[in-house]
């Protein structure tokens, strides 16, 4: 059975999100103590939604620059799914709701969860909240486009359910919570 003592964490910065600095001691199966150092991204909770219409069969997407994605790839740009942080005074299904409305423009019906996990355990805190929800093109009532005052500068783009398949196949879709929301999509439309 693992062991842990002695854990203790410095914070590093607090800018964008709280960084800390993070060791502890673990015993390994032959009884032997070493100590172990690591960095946590204490990162606000998130959720994402893949809006589509089953009557047309399309699907909802924003696209934006990531400077991440851009400082690993030289990618301008990355199509994903609708998401955001979760703030802390609404549920992940508010925040869905508020998300598809700043990004999309669109009003959101019939939101269903359908997987919640950490996104990248090995050195983030955060969890999200992955949805699929419905749209009709008449649903279409707000601007979209993010919020200028957080800096978000969006594209909407609709596109087939097949061709959103077919990029993922490819390995074109570069954002694993996009990704998977595909492969639920296609599950539950079994295609």
């Known amino acids: 059975m693992l062991k842990i003592r002695n854990l203790k ?3 590093l910065s607090d800018h964008w999100t709280k960084l800390t600095a993070v060791s502890y001691e673990q015993q390994d199966a032959d009884g032997t103590w070493k100590t172990l150092k690591r960095e946590t991204y204490h990162n606000r909770n998130g959720a994402a939604v ?24 030289g990618a301008m740009y990355v199509l ?30 019939n939101l269903e969860l359908v997987f919640k996990g950490f996104t ?7 969890q999200l909240w992955l949805y699929l929800a419905r749209y009709r093109p008449q ?5 979209g486009g993010g919020l200028v005052q957080e800096g978000e500068n969006l594209d909407i783009v609709e596109m087939a359910v097949e061709e959103a398949i077919k990029l993922n196949e490819k390995g074109q879709i570069n ?7 595909i492969n639920l999509l296609r599950h539950r439309l079994k295609l």
Do not use: N, W
Request: aromatic share 10%; charged share 30%; net charge negative.
């Open 139 to 143: 649903d279409h009532h707000f601007a």
């Open 120 to 126: 990248t355990p090995g050195f983030s805190t955060e």
């Open 50 to 73: 893949l809006p589509y219409d089953a009557e047309r069969k399309t699907v909802l997407f924003v696209k934006q620059f990531r400077a991440p994605v851009f400082l690993a790839t």
């Open 80 to 109: 994903e799914a609708c998401a955001g942080h979760i703030e802390k005074d609404e549920s992940s299904d508010d925040t869905m709701l508020r998300e598809a409305k700043e990004e999309l423009g669109y009003q959101i019906h």
């Open 175 to 181: 954002d694993m919570k996009t990704a998977l929301l």
């Open 9 to 11: 964490e410095t914070v």
